[in-house]
């Protein structure tokens, strides 16, 4: 059975730090793009950036919005995703989706969401 | 700051039609894959379309998905009351260089 498991959401001030976890099983977790997506209150979906395979160089690309402050990263051998989320903004503040792209399957293994809230 | 843009809302009787349409731009929905997302509040989005056309395994055949040049349709038949949601186009951009997804639809069952 596939399951992701979020953890490392919570308040922290504008300007600090806050690092996501995901916790993957039940699939080809190496064989997979992971994807962060987060939705703010009231708003759509964003995609914060992606991670590829080990096949493609473990590729990175991220938004402007985050670019230089977000950084994605993964370790096969644990089944871990990560987001290091730096010099953090109240516009920050949201749901981070933790998802996974599998070829010939999309983006189908979504995390179920933790909240980050950028606050003074 | 959502670039594929979707209506705001569709609604219909139980057991009709629905549409959603998805418009983008050459660098996202002109060269890249669509997919279609169906989400509730505090839940995890659940894909229904993938690769402009495709189901995963356990999703009716009541949903389906279409895609012509810059846009895209999803369309649901035979309505049920457990369709209302928000759902979300999505594909890769290559000038902004992340997953753009849609404004976002909410389907009403009347």
């Known amino acids: 059975e596939v399951n992701l498991v979020e953890s490392g959401g919570g308040l922290v001030q504008p300007g600090g730090s806050l690092k996501l976890s995901c916790a993957a099983s039940g699939f080809s977790f190496s064989g997979a793009d992971i994807h962060w997506v987060r939705q703010a209150s009231g708003k759509g979906l964003e995609g914060v950036g992606r991670?590829?395979?080990?096949?493609?160089?473990?590729?990175?690309e991220y938004p402007a919005s985050v670019k230089g402050r977000f950084t994605i990263s993964r370790d096969d051998s644990k089944n871990m995703a990560y987001l290091q989320m730096n010099s953090l903004k109240t516009e920050d503040t949201a749901v981070y989706y933790c998802?996974?792209?599998?070829?010939?399957?999309?983006?189908?293994?979504w995390g179920q969401g933790t909240t980050v809230t950028v606050s003074s | 700051q959502s670039v594929l843009t979707q209506p705001p809302s569709v609604s219909a009787a139980p057991g009709q039609k629905v549409t959603i349409s998805c418009s983008g731009s050459s660098s996202n929905i002109g060269v890249h894959w669509v997919s279609w997302y169906q989400h509730l509040p505090g839940t995890a989005p659940k894909l229904l379309i993938y690769e402009d056309d495709n189901r995963p395994s356990g999703i009716p055949d009541r949903f389906s998905g279409s895609k012509s040049g810059t846009s895209a349709t999803l369309g649901i038949t035979g309505l049920q009351t457990g369709d209302e949601a928000d759902y979300y186009c999505?594909?890769?951009?290559?000038?902004?260089?992340?997953?753009?997804f849609g404004t976002g639809t909410k389907v009403t069952v009347l």
């Open positions: 991670m590829t395979t080990k096949s493609s160089n473990y590729a990175t």
């Open positions: 998802s996974f792209y599998r070829p010939a399957h999309g983006m189908d293994v």
């Open positions: 999505g594909a890769w951009d290559n000038s902004l260089t992340a997953e753009v």
